[in-house]
């Protein structure tokens, strides 16, 4: 028998698995309800979100809203978007910026916690882990040359680079994603939206 939703996610909050190897300890974010229709199957929760427990409460969610068209309130309501990092918890950070997604997050949570989004319409792959995960049988060498075959995936997928800082310069480097996949993104949502409020209003 399937465990109700209200109760999985109460397992999540109160995983301590990978407590020993966290160095700010455990606290798994992520917003999650079975009717909502987009997913953001993005990384790993950075040191601010740890902080605030808001997922992409940070200047990389600023930029992600901003490539979705959309403002704080709608991105914040889980009926509509759902958002499932690869881990749950802030791993810490390496040489070179934060740590790589643990595997145990993924294999502990994720098949079944997709299984329980089925009104998924749209699933935005944000960066090489996610990608690994959703798109294993098809992406690229780099995250660019996945995101430049957008379409091969699109319009029930959509592969994205970390909308981090950090990547500022791989954006002016390829301005091409601005130009031919932001507007597709945006149009995308808005008519998932729409769609959403209408239902609303209907019920």
């Not at 881990?87 to 040489?95: A, D, I, L, R, S």
């Not at 992406?139 to 950090?166: C, D, G, I, M, N």
């Not at 939206?193 to 209003?201: C, E, G, K, P, V």
């Amino acid at each position: 028998m399937k465990k109700r939703f209200s109760l999985l996610l109460k397992d999540i909050h109160t995983c301590t698995r990978c407590e020993a190897e966290l160095p700010l300890g455990p606290r798994p974010v992520v917003q999650l309800h079975p009717k909502a229709t987009i997913l953001i199957a993005a990384q790993a929760p950075g040191k601010k979100v740890h902080e605030t427990g808001i997922p992409f409460n940070d200047p990389s969610g600023d930029r992600l809203r901003e490539w979705l068209g959309i403002h704080r309130d709608t991105f914040y309501d889980a009926q509509q978007i759902a958002i499932l990092p690869m881990v749950f918890c802030y791993p810490g950070t390496g040489k070179s910026g934060d740590l790589p997604p643990r595997s145990e997050c993924a294999e502990t949570w994720r098949a079944e916690l997709l299984a329980r989004l089925p009104n998924i319409q749209l699933t935005l792959v944000i960066g090489q882990y996610a990608q690994a995960y959703h798109l294993s049988d098809s992406t690229y060498k780099t995250v660019t040359e996945t995101v430049k075959a957008w379409e091969e995936f699109w319009p029930e997928q959509l592969p994205l680079p970390h909308p981090s800082p950090r990547n500022n310069i791989w954006l002016k480097r390829n301005p091409w994603f601005a130009i031919n996949v932001l507007p597709a993104l945006k149009k995308r949502i808005q008519g998932i939206l729409r769609s959403n409020s209408l239902i609303r209003q209907s019920q």
